[in-house]
């Protein structure tokens, strides 16, 4: 009997749409966050959760579940990965309350895990032709931008017309259809030589993670001046060094760590960390001031975000034609620099009001993460050996997920310190008879929530109180843009000196 191999085309076409998938819900949710918030009744921190803790089970298990995949086989994975993610997509479109799904989100994390890595392990082993494989390379980075495009504005249409929940609901029918086509035109494969479990390495990379991130949302409800805050950001520090020890005892690594001899391979990760920081974690903190700042609606919000989103999709076929001309660091450089003044005019757009000057601004930015998108995994891969590729690959897209979630817990907490911050000072001046509320009231408006922070006031002190809370959160987020673009611009200046080092010859521990 002749068995019938399935289509490369199929294959990358379902391996595609289960990345695209994962993209499309990663930024769907921004700009449902306020939403949810108003529905659970949750504050800052806690809506903060909503997104960190899908974010921290991503990036904590994307080395090891390549592993997994690699060992167990790939199909197996994407299988169990798409069940996983579909069961955690229920779970939350029904919680009841915030904790029901923060887990439930934190399941979709790991389950978004297993069908990256085993997709992306997928797409490589089907094509082995350069030319074929670059092609394929090109048609998936085309998927991932058109998911990443459109994902604010469905997900502005579908909180508006039918409720955040249907979000997450939305996924069942797209997740069976992925069942069947990944059952259907995918080819079992693994590769048991360089599937190598590290469970210490995991567990103290994971838990380092952790730890960092809770330190840094539960200061906004703690106190920064709380002895636990500094023991959790400390703890994570400590883990993270526990980390490096642990990869430096092992025979065959997670990480190996001859690979940060190299000063153009440091500027390359630090390119990604910064992009991914600095540019691509704006998708799910500029519609937070699109609603909170200046009104929108959930659909607004979405079709706010467009220029953004636009000059992203756009700009990767310019970088392309530069690249001919120009140095990895010198494109690096740029697409930091525009990054960093884009943050740095929507600051400025934002101090003054108003959508126009913000969409301009957004656009800039768009304009350098789209320069960055592509060219970061590059540069990674470009410095490090073939046989590595895999390794590699798998640092790359855990820095991305790491620094998006880091930054999520630092701009959140300028945010909600500043929002506070000025409430205060505001309410000291014309409502100092209700300034034992400001800390509960500027957590509710930062979470986008307005109805339940003016619900303890009176009528009359609502109408002063109410202007201040929302001119308050403007001035704080008009901080953490002016944090993000400084921090884009020096990452432009470092990453910028690091990859005009040239790419030193590695001896790497055989996998």
């Not at 980075?141 to 249907?166: D, F, K, S, Y």
């Not at 120009?326 to 101090?351: D, H, Q, R, Y």
Request: with cysteine; hydrophobic share 55%; net charge positive.
């Amino acid at each position: 009997m002749k068995i019938t191999r399935p289509s490369p085309r199929m294959t990358l076409l379902t391996a595609s749409g289960v990345c695209s998938l994962i993209v499309l819900d990663t930024n769907i949710v921004a700009v449902t966050l306020p939403s949810i918030a108003r529905d659970l009744g949750a504050n800052f921190a806690d809506i903060e959760w909503v997104v960190s803790a899908y974010m921290l089970a991503f990036a904590a298990l994307l080395l090891p579940s390549g592993s997994v995949a690699d060992r167990f086989g790939r199909k197996k994975m994407l299988l169990c990965g798409l069940v996983l993610f579909i069961a955690a997509s229920l779970g939350c479109g029904a919680a009841p309350n915030i904790l029901f799904l923060d887990i439930a989100r934190a399941l979709k994390g790991i389950g978004a895990a297993l069908l990256l890595t085993s997709a992306l392990a997928t797409i490589g082993h089907a094509f082995h032709d350069e030319t074929e494989r670059a092609k394929a390379w090109a048609f998936w980075g085309a998927c991932m931008g058109v998911a990443m495009t459109a994902a604010p504005t469905v997900g502005g249409v579908i909180a508006e017309l039918l409720g955040w929940r249907w979000i997450f609901y939305l996924n069942l029918p797209v997740g069976l259809l992925l069942l069947a086509m990944v059952r259907r035109n995918i080819e079992e494969s693994r590769n048991e030589q360089s599937a190598r479990l590290d469970p210490w390495g995991s567990l103290t990379f994971s838990a380092a993670l952790l730890c960092l991130i809770w330190g840094l949302i539960e200061a906004n409800r703690i106190g920064w001046d709380n002895s636990i805050t500094f023991l959790r950001i400390f703890g994570g520090l400590g883990l993270l060094a526990m980390f490096v020890l642990v990869e430096r005892m092992q025979h065959k690594p997670m990480v190996d760590l001859q690979l940060f001899k190299s000063p153009r391979f440091i500027g390359a990760l630090l390119g990604m960390f910064a992009y991914a920081g600095c540019a691509q974690v704006m998708m799910t903190l500029l519609p937070f001031y699109l609603q909170n700042g200046l009104g929108f609606s959930a659909i607004a919000s979405g079709l706010g975000m467009l220029p953004f989103a636009l000059t992203m999709l756009a700009c990767p076929k310019i970088g392309a034609r530069l690249a001919r001309h120009w140095s990895p660091a010198t494109l690096m450089a740029l697409g930091l620099t525009l990054v960093g003044c884009g943050n740095l005019l929507s600051a400025w757009a934002v101090s003054g009001g108003g959508y126009l000057g913000f969409a301009c601004a957004m656009a800039v930015t768009g304009a350098g993460a789209g320069l960055l998108n592509g060219d970061t995994q590059k540069n990674i891969m470009a410095c490090v050996p073939r046989d590595r590729a895999g390794m590699a690959s798998g640092m790359s897209t855990t820095m991305r997920f790491s620094a998006i979630m880091l930054a999520i817990g630092v701009y959140g907490a300028l945010l909600a310190s500043h929002t506070e911050q000025n409430l205060k000072i505001a309410m000291q001046a014309q409502a100092s008879n209700w300034l034992n509320q400001a800390d509960g009231i500027a957590s509710r408006v930062v979470a986008g929530d307005m109805g339940a922070a003016m619900a303890p006031l009176t009528e009359s002190a609502r109408l002063i109180v109410q202007p201040l809370a929302q001119q308050a959160f403007v001035q704080g987020f008009a901080t953490l843009l002016w944090v993000a673009g400084l921090l884009a611009l020096l990452g432009a200046a470092v990453v910028g000196a690091l990859m005009r080092k040239p790419i030193v010859q590695l001896h790497l521990q055989s996998a």
